[in-house]
């Protein structure tokens, strides 16, 4: 089974310049997860997708960030504009379903550095 | 609000020595909990959880871990350590009624040969 796929794996660029990440969840996996990890830490939550509408995005900047899930696959992270602070690894992870006890399986990240 | 707590940022043992990271949770009710582990320029990958029964989960690599619920915590351990499974560690568990994890800080482990 292919797990979860994540392009770019690295990416520099300039402040105030704009950013997209792409993912592919593991089939079948309803529901899709960015996480964004900043270096010493744990990963936090940006924004969780079911099928394709947002069930969570809380603590998503929305002045910045946005994200989408067309047709309930693929997914889509998108920084505009980028400061400094948003130098982090940003994570994929889908699983089955909603539910506590569902495991969640991450993809490699993509290692972002804002300069 | 849940939480996960790993008091060690790091830990270092010997090679063929027993191994354990450390995890403590803050929940209402019943908890689900989750190890993961993270090595250089990867992603997270899944080792083990805790849903309900024993109270012994056996994970992927040899790793195990016991929940032990008076004194609310999830450490993760190993009979034999391995070079190779010098990582990072983290311990996380959902929100209440949605799948987000909520993650440690991390331990990282450095096992010596």
């Known amino acids: 089974e292919a797990g979860v796929a994540q392009s770019p794996r690295y990416k520099i660029i300039e402040k105030r310049q704009s950013v997209a990440f792409w993912c592919n969840p593991i089939s079948g996996h309803a529901t899709l997860y960015w996480y964004q990890q900043i270096l010493g830490q744990g990963p936090k939550l940006l924004i969780q997708?079911?099928?394709?509408?947002?069930?969570?995005d809380s603590q998503l900047p929305k002045d910045r960030f946005s994200a989408e899930r067309l047709k309930g696959v693929d997914s889509t992270l998108k920084i505009q504009p980028a400061k400094l602070e948003d130098s982090a690894v940003y994570l994929c992870a889908s699983s089955l379903a909603v539910a506590g006890g569902r495991t969640q399986y991450f993809g490699p990240g993509t290692r972002l550095l804002v300069l | 609000a849940q939480s996960v707590a790993q008091p060690e940022d790091q830990v270092n043992v010997a090679e063929g020595n027993p191994l354990t990271v450390k995890c403590t949770y803050s929940v209402s009710g019943n908890p689900y909990l989750f190890w993961y582990v993270q090595y250089p320029n990867r992603g997270l990958q899944f080792l083990l959880k805790?849903?309900?029964?024993?109270?012994l989960v056996k994970g992927s690599y040899g790793f195990e871990a016991e929940f032990n619920k008076s004194q609310t915590s999830f450490h993760l351990k190993k009979p034999s350590a391995l070079v190779s499974d010098s990582a990072l560690y983290f311990c996380a568990l959902p929100q209440p009624g949605n799948t987000p994890l909520v993650f440690g800080k991390g331990t990282r482990l450095s096992v010596i040969a």
């Open positions: 997708f079911q099928n394709n509408g947002v069930v969570d």
């Open positions: 805790y849903i309900t029964g024993d109270n």
